[in-house]
């Protein structure tokens, strides 16, 4: 397969042509071959003794590995790629551009770390790109965009339909020149990094007014007193160390007001403007996972050693079927989200909501899918530690909840096409 549809290929310029192969590249000669070796250190992991009580201490080391990579990656200038031209601390992609090499990426577990263009990473350097101020982002753009710390952002809570943002119950209060978080939050992916200096934290800073304005971001370090990582949350029994999705109870915790981003009551602003680039990113490493779990599913089928009932494995009808399935899919899904990306070049995010929410919806699906017959084609050897496709599977599931769930989505994008529609007819009456 190309890197690049033909249906697109006028729409990346040469320079990017280059950085996509290049990405694909480094993928497959520096990140694949080391990630068994990767998987293998974290074993030693001391940080994951304690899974009770509290607090509990934040993953004890990050493996070499990873560094190594990042060496490598920002030697061939592979590095920030994710932010979009309209930034001037971005790399002068498109979206569409942008959103080839992430694809790319989502092909091995460690490739968009290793070229600093990991979540929750990517979106919280868009925050504050977009919406801090010069102190703010002296202080954290310029050591996240070095790759010098982590960060995580802190909005989903426990005991709540997080899916709609105005539930949210951690409370900000003002205190003279401070604020004060109180309240809970979990699945705080890589708030369990021992890098991770920075939480972006959603909370209300009013309970009165447009329910719509009373959220605010705040920016919270992460050793600021009142922080209390209280433990992993596992994903079908991965707790994704180093990285970690952590439930963090803030008691009484201490900011600066000068810490807000923005403005007080422009939190649900910020989120929207935070996800939907986002969205396609996710969408199109979950295909670059689904195409490198069909080349595993691919490679076992051909193998002349895997013959059942007098029959190699990819002489079986079903097993055909399932590779045209596979291939089909990924095809149009890929064309769904570039279309999407296409459109946020074109319009912004808001033009391009209908498209994001379609390829959000039916991308991560895909993926799964296609890797779920990746690991039948396997048999046992799928569903264990032998090969990637149970973490891909694990870490890709994720993505029909993250972001929004699919009948979020599903529920918005019905909506906005009976409002074409309805509006349509009126117009001819």
Request: charged residues 25%; hydrophobic residues 40%; positive net charge.
């Amino acid at each position: 397969m190309s890197d690049i549809p033909e249906l697109v290929i006028d729409k990346v310029s040469p320079r990017a042509r280059e950085v996509i192969a290049k990405v694909r590249r480094f993928v497959e000669e520096e990140v694949l071959p080391v990630e068994e070796q990767y998987e293998t250190a974290l074993d030693g992991f001391t940080g994951r003794a304690n899974t009770t009580g509290g607090p509990y201490p934040r993953f004890s080391a990050v493996p070499s590995t990873i560094e190594t990579l990042k060496q490598k990656a920002r030697a061939q200038g592979l590095w920030n790629l994710f932010l979009p031209k309209n930034y001037n601390e971005g790399a002068g992609f498109t979206n569409l551009e942008y959103a080839l090499m992430a694809e790319q990426t989502g092909r091995a577990h460690l490739a968009a770390e290793a070229l600093n263009c990991a979540a929750p990473d990517t979106g919280n350097m868009e925050v504050f790109a977009r919406y801090a101020n010069e102190q703010q982002k002296k202080q954290w753009l310029e050591p996240l965009l070095d790759g010098k710390i982590r960060s995580a952002f802190c909005m989903t809570e426990k005991g709540v339909a997080s899916s709609d943002a105005k539930n949210i119950r951690l409370q900000i209060t003002k205190d003279g020149s401070d604020y004060i978080l109180n309240g809970t939050k979990w699945w705080a992916s890589g708030a369990g990094d021992p890098r991770c200096k920075v939480l972006l934290v959603m909370g209300k800073t009013s309970n009165t007014g447009s329910e719509y304005r009373q959220q605010s971001v705040i920016i919270v370090p992460v050793d600021t007193p009142g922080v209390n990582i209280i433990r992993p949350m596992k994903v079908f029994g991965y707790d994704d160390a180093p990285h970690g999705h952590m439930e963090i109870k803030f008691d009484n915790c201490r900011v600066p007001q000068a810490n807000v981003v923005w403005e007080e009551g422009r939190g649900f602003e910020i989120i929207q403007g935070r996800l939907g680039p986002g969205r396609i990113h996710h969408c199109m490493r979950t295909l670059g996972a689904a195409e490198q779990a069909l080349q595993w599913m691919l490679k076992r089928i051909t193998d002349p050693n895997r013959v059942t009932f007098g029959r190699q494995l990819k002489e079986h009808g079903t097993i055909m079927d399932w590779v045209a399935k596979s291939r089909i899919e990924i095809d149009y899904g890929r064309l769904l989200v570039l279309s999407a990306a296409n459109k946020i070049d074109v319009g912004g995010p808001k033009a391009a909501l209908l498209d994001i929410s379609k390829a959000k919806i039916e991308c991560p699906n895909i993926s799964l899918r296609v890797i779920d017959r990746a690991i039948q084609v396997h048999g046992a050897e799928g569903v264990s530690q032998d090969t990637p496709l149970a973490r891909m599977y694990a870490g890709n599931r994720t993505l029909r909840i993250a972001d929004g769930p699919d009948e979020v989505h599903l529920d918005q994008l019905a909506r906005r096409v009976i409002h074409a529609y309805e509006k349509s007819r009126q117009s001819k009456l």
